[in-house]
């Protein structure tokens, strides 16, 4: 396969740099390691709960040392893609504070009155009354836009209902399917590269799912490494029709090569 100079990262963060909030070996020092070298780097996620500031306070429990800056989430790339689309524009959101901090800063005004867009992200907590909102909105003509097309999220529970599977009610009542913007939409990895003013022919991709991670990494032209302390087990790989550019056993084996 392909074997690029490398110069710059984009890494997934669950599977790949932690797993239920402990860092997986090698994590801190790949991260250490990027900082030290000066490489323009992204952690990614399609996690639209929480803001870059609190993605990387956890981080820093579990020692990966990463700043709020070098963090792009789903609402992140979400709120850059509306506002390119209609600047100054309006929203009504489902979702928490990592969506809604992201809409006002790109210059959203959050409304329930003829908005733009009805803005689908994650929570906890979702509002049958919200939903019922949502879909009126839609019906009347907004847009409809979601962070991710993730199905279920993870609790200490079991699984959870995450914004696909809410997108899927609503789209049945609507008959609207939403434009998702997270991973494996590689709009969100072209997002990732014009933040860090990066060129795909230079950049790779760390990820632990086929499915997420390196089908939009090579959609968007980029290297992809697939790690094996996540989603996907080895055996996986051969099942889809596209490979990564490298399998490697886990993040601490690309050190060497930053």
């Known amino acids: 396969m392909t074997d690029r100079q490398i110069e710059c990262w984009l890494t997934d963060m669950d599977g790949v740099l932690v797993h239920e909030g402990q860092a997986i070996p090698g994590a801190s020092e790949f991260i250490a390691t990027l900082r030290d070298a000066g490489r323009p780097f992204l952690v990614l996620t ?11 306070a956890r981080l820093s429990r579990s020692g990966i040392e990463v700043p709020e800056e070098a963090i792009w989430t789903s609402a992140l790339a979400t709120a850059t893609f509306l506002a390119d689309q209609v600047p100054n524009g309006s929203a009504y959101a489902i979702g928490e504070a990592g969506l809604t901090t992201a809409l006002h800063a790109a210059g959203y005004t959050l409304t329930e009155t003829d908005p733009d867009y009805v803005v689908l992200g994650e929570t906890r907590t979702y509002s049958f009354e919200a939903i019922t909102k949502a879909i009126r909105l839609i019906k009347g003509g907004a847009r409809f836009i979601a962070t991710n097309p993730d199905t279920t999220g993870p609790s200490t529970e ?12 609503i789209t049945a009542a609507t008959g609207r399917s939403p434009y998702y913007v997270g991973k494996p939409n590689p709009m969100m990895f072209r997002s990732a590269l014009n933040r860090i003013d990066a060129h795909s022919e230079t950049t790779a991709m760390i990820g632990d799912r086929m499915d997420t991670d390196v089908v939009a990494g090579i959609e968007a032209g980029l290297e992809t490494f697939l790690v094996l302390t996540g989603s996907t087990a080895p055996e996986e790989v051969d099942h889809h ?15 060497p090569r930053v």
């Open 46 to 56: 399609n996690n639209s709960i929480f803001t870059a500031r609190d993605l990387a």
């Open 158 to 169: 079991g699984p959870l209902p995450a914004t696909g599977a809410v997108a899927a009610m």
């Open 241 to 255: 029709p596209f490979r990564p550019s490298h399998v490697v056993d886990s993040i601490a084996d690309l050190i």
